[in-house]
């Protein structure tokens, strides 16, 4: 998933209210970072 730079705290934490784990962020071919992100398969 894109994260945008400006907003990563508001972005991470909605993801993590809706059972998101961060697993790793990377740096994105075009520039910009990639989450890495998993959550349980109900």
Same mark, same amino acid.
């Given at each position: 998933?894109?994260? =945008?730079?400006?907003? #990563? %705290?508001?972005?991470?934490?909605?993801?993590?209210?809706?059972?998101?784990? =961060?697993?790793?962020? #990377? %740096?994105?071919?075009?520039?910009?970072?990639?989450?890495?992100?998993?959550?349980?398969?109900?």
């Amino acid at each position: 998933m894109p994260l =945008l730079l400006h907003k #990563e %705290a508001q972005i991470l934490n909605a993801w993590g209210v809706d059972g998101w784990e =961060l697993v790793s962020v #990377e %740096a994105g071919p075009a520039g910009g970072l990639i989450a890495f992100m998993k959550r349980v398969v109900a």
